[in-house]
């Protein structure tokens, strides 16, 4: 059993150059502050404000869309990635309530289909490898599922040590603890010792320790293969989990699927059936996906690059 230990707060962290971040997230504490229904009109208006000036971001987006969804139309590409900003525009609302709103006000706009998987699963006394991909709603939805089941999530380290402080902290609100993306020994021992790890395998995290495998209408996508490393030594319970923001303000719906598929353990089997999970997740909300990040980035040995 891991215990519950928040991170210590450094008092370098008051230092003048992390003034301008400790006003932001000010603004954002007392922002959330305030009615739901109205959080949902101002993140939306944010992320469209967004559009109009984070041009780098609007045309990675717009060539994810085209190169996973080749066969839709332009026009619903388009109004695929207006709402997908104004679910960025939420992002940044949903990570002030996750780490902020008592568990009260947050079980009050939520519901979850699926807990008695988890309860299943317990029953194997096995871990769990939540496969929690990288939603905008992530935040809330971490929060959401700890509430009902706390584990142990996987993070990388900000750059700014104030914000890596915070969501630690932030995602400690409902969880037991937290591993750096890095710590796979720490992971290991985790789901020997029958914990539930979240883990997100859904980036590019560049060609060492990845494989090149489908990712939607993308033949070779580079994947990681830590999820065969940690399948091959713990032989954990899938399970995947989908934040999903309801519309209009509606609150959220986290569903929690069960994955009983025996997979050949080699790292492209793993990775390919990984991406099958993460594409059938997409589904269930595609305009709430990151697609701003440069999800292909990584091209096999000789391929162009796929952003020119």
Same mark, same amino acid.
């Given at each position: 059993?891991?215990?519950?230990?928040?991170?210590?707060?450094?008092?370098?962290?008051?230092?003048?150059?992390?003034?301008?971040?400790?006003?932001?997230?000010?603004?954002?504490?007392?922002?959330?502050?305030?009615?739901?229904?109205?959080?949902?009109?101002?993140?939306?208006?944010?992320?469209?404000?967004?559009?109009?000036?984070? %041009?780098?971001?609007?045309?990675?987006?717009?060539?994810?869309?085209?190169?996973?969804?080749?066969?839709?139309?332009?026009?619903?590409?388009?109004?695929?990635? %207006?709402?997908?900003?104004?679910?960025?525009?939420?992002?940044?609302?949903?990570?002030?309530?996750?780490?902020?709103?008592?568990?009260?006000?947050?079980?009050?706009?939520?519901?979850?289909?699926?807990?008695?998987?988890?309860?299943?699963?317990?029953?194997?006394?096995?871990?769990?490898?939540?496969?929690?991909?990288?939603?905008?709603?992530?935040?809330?939805?971490?929060?959401?599922?700890?509430?009902?089941?706390?584990?142990?999530?996987?993070?990388?380290?900000?750059?700014?040590?104030?914000?890596?402080?915070?969501?630690?902290?932030?995602?400690?609100?409902?969880?037991?603890?937290?591993?750096?993306?890095?710590?796979?020994?720490?992971?290991?021992?985790?789901?020997?010792?029958?914990?539930?790890?979240?883990?997100?395998?859904?980036?590019?995290?560049?060609?060492?320790?990845?494989?090149?495998?489908?990712?939607?209408?993308?033949?070779?996508?580079?994947?990681?293969?830590?999820?065969?490393?940690?399948?091959?030594?713990?032989?954990?319970?899938?399970?995947?989990?989908?934040?999903?923001?309801?519309?209009?303000?509606?609150?959220?719906?986290?569903?929690?699927?069960?994955?009983?598929?025996?997979?050949?353990?080699?790292?492209?089997?793993?990775?390919?059936?990984?991406?099958?999970?993460?594409?059938?997740?997409?589904?269930?909300?595609?305009?709430?996906?990151?697609?701003?990040?440069?999800?292909?980035?990584?091209?096999?040995?000789?391929?162009?690059?796929?952003?020119?």
């Amino acid at each position: 059993m891991i215990k519950k230990k928040l991170p210590t707060f450094n008092h370098h962290l008051l230092h003048p150059r992390y003034w301008l971040t400790w006003f932001g997230v000010a603004v954002l504490y007392l922002l959330v502050l305030l009615p739901y229904p109205l959080l949902y009109k101002i993140g939306t208006f944010l992320g469209r404000f967004a559009l109009c000036f984070m %041009q780098k971001r609007k045309v990675i987006t717009r060539r994810n869309l085209l190169l996973c969804f080749p066969e839709m139309s332009t026009n619903k590409r388009e109004k695929l990635l %207006q709402k997908n900003f104004e679910s960025v525009g939420m992002g940044i609302i949903e990570t002030g309530i996750a780490w902020f709103w008592p568990d009260w006000r947050i079980k009050r706009w939520m519901s979850v289909k699926g807990l008695e998987k988890i309860t299943f699963a317990r029953k194997k006394n096995k871990g769990i490898l939540l496969i929690g991909m990288h939603f905008l709603t992530l935040e809330i939805g971490a929060r959401i599922f700890g509430i009902h089941n706390p584990g142990i999530g996987v993070y990388r380290t900000h750059n700014n040590p104030l914000l890596n402080w915070l969501q630690i902290w932030g995602r400690m609100r409902s969880n037991k603890s937290m591993l750096e993306r890095s710590n796979l020994r720490g992971m290991i021992r985790a789901l020997k010792n029958g914990n539930i790890i979240w883990y997100a395998p859904d980036h590019d995290y560049g060609p060492k320790s990845s494989v090149f495998t489908p990712f939607f209408a993308v033949p070779k996508t580079a994947t990681t293969a830590g999820t065969y490393l940690l399948l091959k030594t713990t032989k954990p319970l899938i399970i995947s989990c989908i934040p999903r923001r309801r519309s209009h303000g509606q609150g959220y719906e986290l569903l929690i699927l069960s994955h009983k598929k025996r997979v050949p353990l080699d790292a492209v089997s793993v990775a390919t059936y990984i991406n099958q999970i993460i594409e059938h997740a997409i589904m269930k909300a595609p305009d709430q996906y990151m697609w701003l990040h440069r999800r292909f980035k990584t091209r096999p040995p000789g391929e162009p690059s796929l952003y020119n």
